[in-house]
């Protein structure tokens, strides 16, 4: 028997998944050594079974197949979900006592992409632990091939169920439209609402692998035009979109205006802390100074922290965070809930509140304090360069007595509101974001990114996009 040696795409390798393009820096032999290495890793932790789980794209089956042959060649027990929403492996994990999970899923990436999230015993695999599986890879560090076993397991009706446990909004009946837009938690979705109160539209509701209504992303505008129309026509109380696997929410409200995720948060926390006074909740440092404001005027105890699931699911672990999200509608409960992202559990939990409300979602969303943000801005920056280009603007900032919150990048107080500038940890780019209360105040906050980057040698982001005002 030859010895196992395998080299990855370093591209491939990322922060808290391995992602790439299917058949160029993503293959089938991949997948085969994820097993091999991720298995070895558990293998040797003293663990017996995985439950692995794959979404809709078109290669998911055969890199499912793959992973599958790598982890039984290292004489573990697969527990193969099949295709269904990464909270639903998640799930599986818990339910079916699994010593680790392994979803093939490409997120909200485009068709051609593909990729694997990771769980080890109960906690996100991530960082330096991805990197561990390209060194072992390379070095052929594995356990000794063994026979191992598989078989399918269906919990799905029992994932839907345990998700309906903690619906808690009474009779009341709304009228919701959800788009799981070609996604992996297509099915899933339909099963929850058949068992709800109210008058439901699935839109998208197919799985297909080709997302041929529009991306699967909810945290873009764009994706969710369909379903603001579809609210309209239906004079739905509220839409409800996911991302590819599942694991990000996208909310409109009745008049179809977008709450993005730290609105989103507000809500929900408002909710969970009058069960739980003075909890931890957590948001990324992109999320708005009205979020903390409004955790702390609800008597809770906000933390920002830095960006990323992995990341937010550690903390929430390590404070007792009953409640957690970013601005990418990741949303983590750990009220009644397993502290993983989990979009169509939030889903159920944000209807609940909304069915116990004497107000409209609009009405609640109109009711925060209105400030005006730029989007997200991503900008050209070299990997070797955008942590050295953070560090140089923190040490200008200390000269000029600035007031800088540096959890994740730097984050800048002023008496305009504030500016974000952070190194992605997944692509070379470096990421701004600026808050004020009126325009004027955000003019000024982008000529100081801009001054910044430019004294760091590079070109000042585009901020011609659209300001979002919320």
Request: charged share 25%; with cysteine.
């Amino acid at each position: 028997m030859t010895a196992f040696h395998h080299e990855f795409d370093p591209t491939s390798l990322r922060e808290y998944d391995i992602r790439g393009i299917v058949g160029q820096t993503l293959r089938p032999e991949d997948a085969f050594a994820i097993g091999r290495c991720f298995g070895s890793i558990v293998s040797r932790g003293g663990g017996k079974r995985v439950a692995v789980g794959y979404d809709g794209r078109l290669s998911s089956p055969e890199l499912e197949a793959q992973l599958v042959a790598g982890l039984r060649a290292c004489g573990l027990e697969v527990l193969r979900v099949g295709c269904c929403p990464t909270p639903m492996l998640y799930y599986a994990a818990y339910a079916l006592e699994a010593d680790g999970a392994a979803m093939v899923t490409g997120s909200h990436n485009p068709p051609s992409y593909n990729g694997f999230k990771m769980m080890l015993g109960k906690k996100p695999f991530f960082g330096k632990q991805i990197q561990e599986i390209g060194r072992m890879a390379a070095a052929g560090d594995v356990v000794p091939t063994a026979t191992g076993t598989d078989r399918e397991v269906d919990v799905a009706d029992q994932y839907v169920a345990r998700i309906l446990q903690d619906w808690d909004g009474g009779d009341r009946a709304l009228k919701v439209v959800w788009d799981p837009g070609n996604g992996s938690s297509a099915e899933i979705i339909k099963k929850i609402v058949a068992r709800l109160p109210g008058t439901h539209y699935v839109i998208n509701g197919t799985i297909d692998g080709t997302f041929p209504a529009h991306h699967p992303d909810p945290t873009v505008a764009k994706n969710l035009e369909q379903i603001i129309a579809e609210v309209a026509q239906q004079g739905a109380d509220l839409g409800i979109a996911f991302d590819g696997d599942g694991d990000r929410i996208g909310v409109v409200d009745n008049e179809g205006h977008i709450l993005f995720g730290d609105q989103l948060l507000v809500v929900l926390a408002r909710d969970v802390l009058k069960a739980k006074p003075g909890g931890t909740i957590i948001a990324d440092v992109k999320a708005s100074q009205v979020l903390f404001d409004e955790v702390a005027k609800a008597g809770g105890t906000p933390l920002m922290w830095k960006t990323g699931h992995s990341l937010i699911k550690a903390k929430m672990a390590e404070t007792g965070s009953p409640l957690a999200g970013e601005m990418s509608g990741h949303i983590f409960f750990a009220d009644k809930w397993y502290g993983f992202d989990d979009a169509p559990y939030s889903a159920v939990r944000l209807l609940g509140i909304i069915a116990r409300s004497p107000e409209k979602l609009s009405a609640i969303r109109a009711a925060l304090p209105q400030v005006i943000n730029t989007p997200e801005l991503r900008f050209d920056c070299p990997d070797t360069r955008k942590f050295e280009v953070i560090q140089e603007v923190k040490a200008r900032l200390a000269q000029e007595g600035a007031k800088v919150q540096d959890v994740d990048g730097v984050r800048v107080l002023t008496e305009d509101g504030w500016w974000l500038l952070r190194a992605s940890n997944t692509q070379a780019v470096l990421v701004a974001r600026a808050e004020a209360r009126n325009a004027e105040g955000l003019e000024r906050l982008k000529v100081q990114i801009a001054r910044q980057v430019e004294a760091s040698g590079l070109k000042a982001p585009d901020f011609s996009g659209e300001n979002a005002g919320h």
